[in-house]
Each structure stands twice: as structure tokens, then as C-alpha cells.
């Protein structure tokens, strides 16, 4: 049987000392039919620079302005051939044969459209972090968490998450996605520009009939925050702007305006707690996430959430039925009811 080509995609943002410490074990793999290729988003440091001095293998395409996450992926993959993308953040740190066990999975049922490893801290490496750990999931109101990872509180990695399996999303940090069906979704929605665009990305898939995996038997580390740390407002605009992103896009209108609605008056409780903690500039954040997404409410540019095909999709897809869908409110469950471990969750209302 031919080895599936693959493409490790990294894109890099002034990330010259992540470059330096992290790309060593990418080019390490083990893969036998493998491309590097960093895609640089117009880097005023000497990343390129330092690319081309020492590591001439590596295939490099330069944008010619700072795209974001979404924009810049998009750009790069445009020029990149292989049956497989691995989208992969600068800060992660990758074992030798990180590749196989993935795509091994993978290959086992045309309908798996994307995966991901179990994603550990790279500074607490007991632990898992924060973007992705073992899977994505996201409860009835669009709020995503992961196995692994509630909102702030982390688990310890114990050998609980070892079995691989569906998933509702993928990180970004970290995401393997076949080549045809990221071209047959789209790619990135542009608006999002970076957090949350895997998500809708996944959940676009889905609603397409595709699965997304989650595949404990790979491990990486990631440094986590390297372009835009916890504590950046910016941060928290994204969030809560993209968040409501996601649900304009992928659910059915009806349900879509119901959600929104609410969402809007639980991201206000958000917003108060923000004043009350003395955050101001966050809570302007989420003002201004709301401003943004009012004005952007009928734009979109990914061709098939624009396409008739996609909306007719869409609406007839039963959300509550997908795999990795929690039915309840993860808000409710961590912050009233105190479940703070995935464990804690009631498998029922998993799907």
C-alpha cells in the first residue's frame, strides 16, 4: 500500500525562538514520505532568515502581510500538495513517531476528515493543556471545553483519556486533517483570524457528514500562549466574538437566534464580573465582540457556509445528535454544580 504523503505545516509569526528550540524534533520524524513547510506571516524578526541559514530542507512560502491564523493557513495550504495537512504550532514539541499512530487511525474509514493527538503542557508535563488536551467536546449553548480541560481547571494526565475515539473539534495546535476534505470545507472562515477557527472548521465537517478523532496513542507538548497570552484583551475579544461566530454559522437559523440571544445575556454576566473583578479592558472586549459580530452578521468568507447546499446541510442536522455534543450546560455543571473533571460528567448526556 502507497504511504500517504504528509505535509507538517507550521505557521510562524516572530516565533524565531520557538522555530529554534521546537523545529529540530518536527525534523526529526519519522514519517517516511514527509514535507516540512513553514508558512512565515510577514515576520519582522529574522525568522525567515534563520530558516534559510540552517535548516535549507525546509520548504518556506512567506505571506505578504500578517493574515492571522485563518488567513495565513489558508494562504499557505493553497500551495502545499499532500493527502495529509498537519497543522502544527510553532510551540509544540513532537516525538519522533507522533505521525504514524494518527494516520494510521485515519486511514481506517474515509469518513474520518480530522484528528488529533493527546496535547500535554509542555512546563507541567504530567498534566494536560489547555488548547486541546484529549479532545475536544462543546455543550447545547456553544461553549467548548475539552476531556481533559474545563474551562480554567486542568486535569493530571492518569491514563483516564486512552482510548481513541470521536470527538466533537481538534486543536489547531495540533491538527491532522485530510487534504480533499479541507479543500471540500473550505479551509478557515477568515473572519474568525485566529481562536475557535478549528472548531468551526470541525463542526463544519461534521455537519457534512464527516468525523473528527481524537488519538491518545500520539503525545505532544505545547508551550501554549507564545503569540497571544491568557491575559491579552485581545484574547478576550476573539473569544467571545468567534464564539458567537460558530454558532451563526453551523446551527440551523431558528435554533441559531434562540442560542445567540442567550448568549448574549450570559456573556453580559461575563462582562459585569469583569467590571466587579476591576478588568475593565476586558470587559470592553466583550463589548466590542458584540459590536463586531452585529456588523458582521451576513459575511462570511468560507464558499461552502455561503452555498446553499451547506445552509440546506446544516439545518436539517440534528446538533444535539453529534458526536462530542454535551447536552446540558457545561456553564451550569462547573460553576453551580462543581463538576470540574470530564469524569464528573454524566455519560448520558454525551453523545
Not at 99 to 112: G, H, N, Q, S
Not at 203 to 227: A, E, F, I
Amino acid at each position: 500500500m502507497n504511504t500517504p504523503k504528509v505535509a507538517v505545516v507550521i505557521l510562524n509569526w516572530n516565533g524565531v525562538k520557538y522555530l529554534r528550540d521546537f523545529l529540530p524534533y518536527v525534523l526529526a520524524s519519522t514519517w517516511p514520505n514527509l514535507d516540512i513547510v513553514v508558512g512565515d506571516n510577514a515576520s519582522s524578526d529574522d525568522s525567515v532568515a534563520f530558516l534559510r541559514e540552517n535548516y535549507p530542507s525546509v520548504r518556506i512560502i512567506e505571506n505578504n502581510d500578517n493574515y492571522g491564523f485563518t488567513g495565513g493557513y489558508n494562504r499557505v495550504l493553497a500551495q502545499v500538495d499532500a493527502d495529509y495537512y498537519i497543522l502544527l504550532n510553532s510551540d509544540v514539541e513532537v516525538q519522533p513517531n507522533w505521525i504514524e499512530p494518527v494516520i494510521a487511525l485515519m486511514e481506517t474509514d474515509e469518513r474520518i476528515a480530522a484528528a488529533a493527538p493527546k496535547i500535554k503542557a509542555y512546563h507541567n508535563q504530567t498534566h494536560f493543556e489547555h488548547a486541546g488536551a484529549a479532545g475536544g467536546f462543546i455543550d447545547k449553548f456553544g461553549y467548548p471545553f475539552c476531556r481533559g480541560r474545563i474551562f480554567y481547571d486542568i486535569e493530571e494526565d492518569k491514563g483516564q483519556y486512552e482510548q481513541a475515539g470521536e470527538v466533537f473539534w481538534a486543536s489547531g495546535a495540533a491538527m491532522f486533517i485530510k487534504k480533499h476534505l479541507w479543500d471540500l470545507a473550505g479551509g478557515f472562515d477568515e473572519t474568525f483570524f485566529a481562536h475557535m477557527e478549528e472548531i468551526d472548521l470541525c463542526w463544519r465537517l461534521k455537519n457534512m457528514g464527516y468525523k473528527v478523532m481524537y488519538c491518545p496513542q500520539s503525545v505532544v507538548y505545547h508551550v501554549g500562549g507564545g503569540t497571544l497570552n491568557a491575559e491579552n484583551p485581545f484574547k478576550t475579544y476573539l473569544n467571545f466574538r468567534n464564539n458567537l461566530l460558530l454558532l451563526k454559522n453551523n446551527l440551523p437559523f431558528w435554533r441559531a437566534v434562540w442560542v445567540i440571544g442567550l448568549r448574549f445575556w450570559m456573556d453580559l454576566l461575563a462582562l459585569l464580573r469583569f467590571l466587579m473583578e476591576g478588568k475593565r479592558k476586558d470587559a470592553w472586549a466583550i463589548s466590542r465582540a458584540h459590536q463586531n459580530f452585529v456588523r458582521r452578521l451576513f459575511k462570511s468568507k468560507v464558499k461552502s457556509q455561503k452555498s446553499k447546499a451547506y445552509r440546506k446541510q446544516a439545518a436539517s442536522t440534528n446538533f444535539k445528535t453529534l458526536s462530542g455534543v454535551y447536552t446540558r450546560s457545561i456553564v451550569w455543571d462547573f460553576f453551580v454544580d462543581k463538576k470540574t473533571k470530564f469524569t464528573d460528567l454524566v455519560e448520558k448526556d454525551l453523545h
